[in-house]
């Protein structure tokens, strides 16, 4: 047990690939010693695989809507809106409102997969270090770097396009228009496209995170023997 904790340690303090390979090679893998080539293609492994089950349940009917994890809300600013309407018993059309706001998401991210496989391929020795002696959440947080101003640009005009597919922009001038003719309240007219853009970027996250400390914490969830050999590393 002391070996190991010394051994982990020794890695955490590493500043240099060559160092890095030194250790791995080190190690124990039963069946060879891990590459620097390895390594970073375990992590594109780790991350095509939560790109692959996870973003692409969000592009599925009701994939943000059903799922709490990333059901995207009304913004803070317009609660008053949805409890407006369901406190008069317009609960179908908050519903229908807040429906409208989630398919559009659904719709943009079918344009995440090539933009994250992209990124994916271009993981080096030294990312995938810095990734796999990093936190949980470190691989996500790689592909959010590389991928968010990319994926926003491509996310907001689909969300806008939805928004006019599915008849959104008359739901909500319809659902807004009863809001605001409710007594004693201050009109509202929000534009929503940003906002939706913004929470559909962060779902996606969120389920590639998911995957990830899926992987990292759960052996059963490596399922090929380099996933499993290259997260031995950081067990």
Not at 169 to 195: C, M, R
Request: aromatic share 8%; net charge neutral.
């Amino acid at each position: 047990m002391i070996r190991k904790f010394l051994v982990f340690a020794l890695i955490f303090n590493l500043t240099a690939c060559a160092e890095l390979q030194d250790v791995v090679n080190s190690l124990p893998q039963g069946g060879g010693v891990l590459s620097n080539t390895d390594i970073a293609s375990g992590l594109r492994q780790a991350l095509d695989l939560g790109i692959d089950k996870q973003v692409s349940k969000l592009t599925q009917k009701d994939g943000f809507f059903k799922n709490e994890l990333v059901k995207i809300l009304l913004p803070e600013e317009l609660q008053k809106v949805d409890k407006g309407l369901r406190d008069i018993g317009l609960g179908n059309l908050a519903d229908e409102g807040l429906k409208v706001l989630n398919r559009a998401a659904e719709d943009a991210v079918s344009e995440a997969t090539p933009i994250f496989i992209n990124a994916v391929k271009d993981i080096t020795f030294n990312d995938a270090k810095n990734i796999l002696l990093g936190n949980d959440a470190a691989a996500t947080q790689y592909l959010t770097s590389k991928t968010q101003t990319e994926l926003y640009n491509k996310f907001k005009p689909v969300i806008n396009k939805s928004f006019s597919k599915v008849g959104a922009d008359q739901i909500w001038s319809n659902l807004i228009s009863k809001y605001n003719a409710i007594p004693f309240t201050n009109n509202v007219n929000p534009d929503l496209t940003d906002y939706v853009t913004g929470e559909a970027l962060k779902g996606v996250y969120t389920m590639i995170a998911v995957e990830e400390k899926e992987i990292r914490t759960k052996v059963s969830s490596r399922t090929t023997t380099l996933l499993k050999k290259v997260f031995a590393l950081q067990d």
